[in-house]
């Protein structure tokens, strides 16, 4: 479980394939905190540390993990939103994500506002049902909250802070986020 709030940026180092499986390996500045076995999340995607050596760790990613996420398009040099799991006791400042991508979002504008950003994505249609004005996103791991919400589009608001410390402002129109809808709006969509 994780709350999507960012802990810091990892820049990956190296990608190995394996059969269908993407071994990924990122350095960061909570790379020599981190222990095999742990759960983090990597663009909002949970994925179990295999290795740790220096600051850098490597995590294994599966061929249904890579269909649904944009972590297929990583390339060496690129930045990845990190966050560790939720211990039991901790403040949930962002709202529930457990790490389980649903898909992907296209970046469609990104607007200046006066000090913050205006980010609209386009969504598949299906995927119109899970999102409600002023509900929760994860968007790359990011706990955001939705507004301008239509068919298959919606925007969110970007504060200076989040836009230094995450991997959004790397973001170009035309690049996939990796998308988690709320789960307590996914259980009542299923509902229904």
């Known amino acids: 479980m994780f709350t999507g709030i960012i802990e810091t940026i990892g820049e990956i180092v190296a990608l190995q394939t394996a059969g269908g499986n993407l071994n990924i390996t990122v350095r ?40 649904k996420s944009n972590l297929d398009n990583l390339k ?16 949930l400042d962002g709202h529930m994500v457990q790490g389980h991508v649903d898909g992907k979002a296209n970046l ?33 791991g990011i706990s955001l909250t939705l507004f301008g919400v239509g ?11 989040t836009w230094e410390h995450t991997n959004l402002k790397m973001l170009q129109v035309g690049d996939a986020v990796n998308i988690e809808f709320d789960i307590i709006g996914k259980y009542i969509a299923r509902m229904m």
């Open 151 to 161: 068919e298959r589009t919606f925007s969110v608001a970007i504060i200076p802070y």
């Open 28 to 67: 960061s500045t909570i790379g020599n905190e981190l222990k095999i076995d742990q759960s983090v999340a990597h663009n909002g995607v949970c994925l179990t540390i295999v290795n740790v050596e220096d600051n850098k760790h490597i995590v294994t990613a599966i061929s249904e993990t890579l269909l």
């Open 108 to 140: 469609i504008a990104i607007t200046s506002a006066d000090g913050s950003y205006v980010m609209t994505f386009k969504i598949d249609i299906a995927f119109g049902k899970l999102i409600v004005e002023k509900g929760s996103i994860c968007l790359n």
């Open 76 to 91: 060496i040099g690129d930045f990845i939103n990190l966050e560790r799991c939720l211990k039991i006791g901790d403040r």
